[in-house]
């Protein structure tokens, strides 16, 4: 097919990338262990992890693993926030040719529970501070062992019991919980009955006492069981293979590159991992880090936004990748504003559509332009980026990486031209191998000539560049008229006053929908009311776009990255 967008790529940047450049993600990470041994991987709450540490540490894991006599591709859940624990389990969990089914910690039990018993996770790592959730579940999944862990368990061997008994003890960050520890680690799994309950130490160090086996793995093998956000209903596991990582890896290697470089060299890259690691933008560039040999801090809580910003205020920093909401918030605490900016080289946006009135006010800050890019679970979180280099904020999603390519089509499955609006479609080395368990899914994601449909809608123009639009399941139909939610935020987000926003559709016997705006005020515009957003978007939008009702809140409901929920809206306002 024609591919326009190559011919506009950044001069250092190749066209194509080489996944058999690894037999599989082990390959990768063992090969980054050796050559970086003596190197930082992560700092945490004031501890310095290399990779050494990450080698020996996860090694011990994946042993333990092998002696429960579990097959290759057992599913094994990390239910775990960005602390040291996450990056050696799941590395374990690869190096012992098993299967990462990575959980968000704030589930609901009915959604841990969707999750456990989806994925036929037999085995689940779990901070404590969420085994509550899990213990009303436990009884109704396939679990044979939990392996507890407590927030310092890898912090040091005096910072981190410390830290571990404040949580619990002082902070109360740990609700009581029926999951005591009930097996040592070198006990065999049940045959029936209820899971074992081990400590996490304690899987080292048995773990410690046997050689890692290795295991033959390829491209074809399953890396991840990862979960989509489930903002449009259940979460589905979209199936992503080793060289689906492989090569989401290189293709961010290849695109991010121009901008890294700017460093004195990539070992000495420092990336803020805020959003969590569980989820596939953080993922993907946890890996990526891993490839370069640079350095990651882990931000355990970035809604806590006062340690945040004192945490980036500790070290120079490299690379920010973030969602709108983020750098919103950020923006809003006046020490944000007193950092030093200057080894800043990369501010990646994606998750969700990044507003220009963040933009704006994020690059006169920083002196930083908001790069924003495009991708999904489905895709190992790459599809399409800007140019690193952009000199300002675009407003679009940019061209599709190296050896990625971007369709817009029709329902009927036919390729549209350019600047038409449809479904953008993607296909590459990156898309998931399907759905887990979803054959009727399945079906309906695929075109017949390969490529996924995002259920995104956009447009492409001559030069290949892509201008995302909305969720299809969004749109809003106004008296016959398309109405996407994300130009009424967009301008909407410009009025001063307003923080957040967001917008859905509701039914009207006279419109078929209507719009109704939901707000979260700025503090320093407490006086902002219904009728000051209304005349703003009647000033800014087409009649029929406007409004009919504006609620004011405090908060707006979102995933686990800060996207905002508009299914959760929608529901809520139904009732």
């Given at each position: 097919m024609d591919k326009p967008w190559l011919n506009h790529y950044p001069a250092a940047v190749a066209p194509t990338i080489d996944p058999t450049a690894y037999t599989s993600m082990v390959e990768l990470m063992e090969q980054s262990f050796t050559r970086h041994a003596d190197l930082?991987?992560?700092?945490?709450?004031?501890?310095?992890?290399?990779?050494?540490?990450?080698?020996?540490?996860?090694?011990?894991?994946?042993?333990?693993?092998?002696?429960?006599?579990?097959?290759?591709?057992?599913?094994?859940?990390?239910?775990?926030?960005?602390?040291?624990?996450?990056?050696?389990?799941?590395?374990?969990?690869?190096?012992?040719?098993?299967?990462?089914?990575?959980?968000?910690?704030?589930?609901?039990?009915?959604?841990?529970?969707?999750?456990?018993?989806?994925?036929?996770?037999?085995?689940?790592?779990?901070?404590?501070?969420?085994?509550?959730?899990?213990?009303?579940?436990l009884e109704r999944t396939a679990l044979k062992t939990v392996v507890m862990t407590q927030l310092g368990d890898m912090l040091g061997p005096w910072r981190g019991p410390w830290l571990s008994f404040a949580a619990k003890h002082l902070a109360r960050m740990v609700p009581k919980h029926p999951l005591s520890i009930n097996a040592s680690a070198q006990d065999p799994l049940p045959s029936s009955g209820p899971a074992h309950r081990v400590d996490l130490s304690d899987?080292?160090?048995?773990?410690?006492?046997?050689?890692?086996?290795?295991?033959?793995?390829?491209?074809?093998?399953?890396?991840?069981?990862?979960?989509?956000?489930?903002?449009?209903?259940?979460?589905?596991?979209?199936?992503?293979?080793?060289?689906?990582?492989?090569?989401?890896?290189?293709?961010?290697?290849?695109?991010?590159?121009?901008?890294?470089?700017?460093?004195?060299?990539?070992?000495?890259i420092n990336g803020i991992a805020a959003l969590p690691l569980y989820h596939i933008f953080a993922l993907t560039f946890c890996f990526l880090s891993i490839q370069l040999g640079s350095h990651l801090t882990l931000i355990p809580n970035p809604r806590d936004i006062k340690k945040f910003v004192k945490v980036l205020a500790e070290r120079p920093f490299h690379i920010l990748p973030g969602v709108n909401t983020l750098f919103n918030a950020l923006l809003q605490h006046p020490d944000f504003k007193r950092l030093d900016f200057s080894s800043l080289c990369l501010t990646q946006a994606g998750g969700m559509a990044a507003s220009e009135h963040t933009a704006a006010a994020w690059v006169a800050t920083t002196g930083s332009v908001m790069i924003e890019g495009w991708g999904m679970t489905e895709t190992c979180a790459v599809g399409t980026n800007n140019d690193v280099l952009n000199a300002a904020f675009s407003g679009d999603i940019g061209l599709p990486l190296p050896g990625i390519e971007v369709v817009i089509k029709d329902d009927d499955g036919r390729t549209l031209g350019a600047d038409t609006l449809g479904e953008i479609c993607i296909k590459g080395p990156n898309v998931m191998r399907g759905y887990y368990q979803q054959a009727q899914e399945n079906a309906q994601a695929f075109t017949a000539d390969g490529f996924l449909r995002t259920g995104d809608l956009g447009a492409q123009n001559t030069q290949g560049e892509t201008r995302l639009v909305d969720r299809k399941k969004d749109m809003i139909l106004v008296s016959g008229f398309n109405v996407y939610p994300s130009e009424i935020e967009a301008k909407v987000s410009s009025c001063p006053g307003v923080l957040e926003c967001a917008a859905i559709g509701l039914h009207s016997e006279q419109q078929g929908e209507s719009v109704k705006l939901f707000v979260v005020k700025e503090i320093t515009h407490p006086q902002l009311s219904e009728s000051d957003v209304l005349a703003y978007c009647r000033q800014h939008l087409t009649a029929y776009k406007v409004p009919k009702s504006v609620e004011f809140r405090t908060t707006l409901p979102k995933t686990n990255v800060g996207k905002v929920l508009r299914r959760a809206l929608r529901e809520d306002a139904k009732t």
């Open positions: 930082t991987f992560c700092h945490c709450l004031g501890v310095r992890l290399t990779y050494q540490d990450l080698d020996r540490q996860s090694r011990h894991f994946a042993a333990w693993l092998q002696t429960l006599g579990l097959p290759i591709g057992t599913r094994v859940g990390l239910m775990l926030p960005n602390l040291p624990q996450f990056p050696v389990v799941m590395c374990g969990v690869l190096r012992a040719g098993m299967v990462c089914v990575n959980i968000n910690p704030l589930y609901t039990a009915s959604e841990l529970e969707h999750q456990l018993s989806d994925s036929g996770c037999e085995v689940l790592v779990i901070l404590e501070n969420f085994a509550h959730t899990l213990g009303t579940v899987t080292l160090r048995v773990g410690a006492t046997h050689a890692l086996e290795a295991v033959p793995l390829s491209h074809e093998h399953t890396a991840f069981l990862q979960y989509t956000g489930g903002t449009t209903g259940l979460s589905k596991g979209a199936i992503l293979s080793h060289g689906n990582i492989i090569s989401a890896t290189l293709q961010a290697h290849a695109w991010f590159m121009p901008a890294l470089s700017k460093a004195s060299s990539p070992h000495a």
